[in-house]
């Protein structure tokens, strides 16, 4: 099967617009929450980590008559500098297929797919009216999970556009579902990733659940009360090799090179205690990358230099996860990306993914933020400095209520 490599990155995070903001960001290591400015926000702890009111898209409203959320926009946002990063040109009209693709004209639409992911898509839009907000002009209905369509209509994608939308591991699993689009054939291109807004409805739900954390985001730690949620979008390029190659893809930051998933179906929110099926998930990508302890090398070109976990800062998800990497994986160092910007919901795999093919395309692990001692259930490595990438691989966790898990295994671009 080709290799599927990542071959442009777009974000736009509570670090700023653009991945240079966000690997800046990663190395400054200094970041806070803030009071949601939401005056319906009657919740004990209204904290987010938000995207800079001044990067936040100023359109379009609406594409094709329909009203765009933030979360929408979000995704349009860093799609565009995703695709622009790859060096992508917009796919011929298909009244030009197919002799123009035979003559080098481009992109084949009927070959670029799109696999985004979101926990609320633009609820936001929908909380706005039900609380007295403007109806949209058009007066037509939105829906509440269009991140794909909008992006696969921006750039004319005519493969397969899918939104996933299966909580905290969902833009795992629609990266997951990028490559395997690939790997069988059915698309040369695929623009996978996720993107997550404020929402009044998921914030109040967690404030009620008591899984909100009065000071930040604070995986591992001791003192850690829950989870911090953040807004943004992370989307990357992923493309065959083959057809990299051909067309002379200007920058590989990576591969994709291997994905497990798994179910536990133990809770609907609280993770399996024995952390058996997450250990599944990230055995199978390993061993699908032949990567880490699964490679059978120990060391070397399979060796593991990093893992970005899922650590939300919650008292459970955090001990099972620790556990199982002490096991698994005892001295590969940990980056904490939500302890930067908090718990980006459906978008938090891909925002994963953004900083992992940042460190392999680098070959620097940026230092954490720091969140203080460390509960002594949670005794990982989180180097507090920058540190030179020891090994070719990096393992991605993502997981979700319902037991949804998935692992992913991001390695260099071949010499």
């Keep these: 099967m080709d290799d599927v490599l990542v071959t442009g990155l777009g974000a736009l995070s509570p670090l700023g617009a653009g991945v240079d903001a966000f690997w800046r960001g990663m190395h400054k290591a200094d970041t806070a929450p803030a009071r949601v400015p939401d005056p319906l926000a009657h919740m004990d702890r209204p904290l987010m980590y938000l995207v800079p009111e001044a990067d936040v898209p100023d359109g379009p409203e609406e594409q094709d008559g329909l009203p765009l959320g933030r979360g929408s926009r979000f995704a349009l946002a860093a799609a565009r500098e995703a695709v622009a990063d790859a060096g992508l040109t917009a796919p011929l009209e298909p009244s030009a297929l197919p002799e123009a693709y035979a003559a080098g004209g481009g992109l084949d639409p009927r070959r670029v797919a799109v696999a985004l992911s979101t926990g609320m898509g633009d609820t936001d839009l929908h909380e706005g009216w039900w609380t007295g907000g403007e109806p949209p002009a058009s007066g037509r209905w939105a829906p509440a999970f269009p991140l794909a369509s909008v992006v696969g209509g921006w750039f004319g994608a005519q ?31 695929v623009i996978a990733g996720g993107a997550e807004a404020y929402s009044r409805v998921a914030l109040a739900c967690f404030n009620r659940l008591g899984a909100i954390d009065p000071e930040r985001c604070r995986p591992f730690a001791a003192d850690r009360q829950g989870t911090v949620f953040g807004e943004g979008a992370a989307v990357l390029v992923l493309e065959s090799a083959a057809h990299a190659r051909a067309r002379g893809a200007r920058t ?8 497990g998933w798994s179910c536990d179906a133990h809770h609907a929110t609280a993770p399996e205690p024995s952390g058996e099926q997450i250990e599944r998930a990230m055995r199978g990508a390993l061993r699908e990358a ?34 199982v ?13 939500k302890a930067l910007i908090g718990h980006t919901g459906g978008a938090a795999g891909a925002f994963a993914a953004l900083a992992a093919s940042l460190v392999l395309h680098h070959g620097t692990l940026p230092p954490n933020v720091p969140v203080g001692e460390l509960d002594p259930e949670c005794a990982v490595p989180l180097p507090s400095g920058s540190t030179p990438l020891t090994g070719a691989y990096g393992l991605v966790n993502a997981y979700a209520f319902g037991g949804n898990n998935v692992s992913l295994v991001f390695g260099e671009a071949a010499a």
């Excluded at 070397?300 to 899922?310: N, R």
């Excluded at 990497?325 to 990306?337: A, D, E, K, M």
């Design 159 to 189: 493969g397969v556009n899918t939104c996933v939308s299966n909580a905290c591991a969902a833009s795992g699993y629609a990266l997951s579902v990028g490559a395997d689009l690939i790997r069988s054939g059915e698309a040369d291109v």
């Design 252 to 259: 590989v930051y990576g591969r994709l090179a291997g994905a």
């Design 290 to 323: 032949g990567a880490g302890p699964e490679s059978g090398s120990g060391s070397g070109p399979g060796e593991l230099g990093f893992v970005i976990p899922h650590g939300t800062g919650t008292e459970l998800n955090d001990v099972v996860e620790s556990r």
């Design 325 to 337: 990497l002490g096991g698994l994986t005892p001295r590969t160092p940990l980056y904490s990306v």
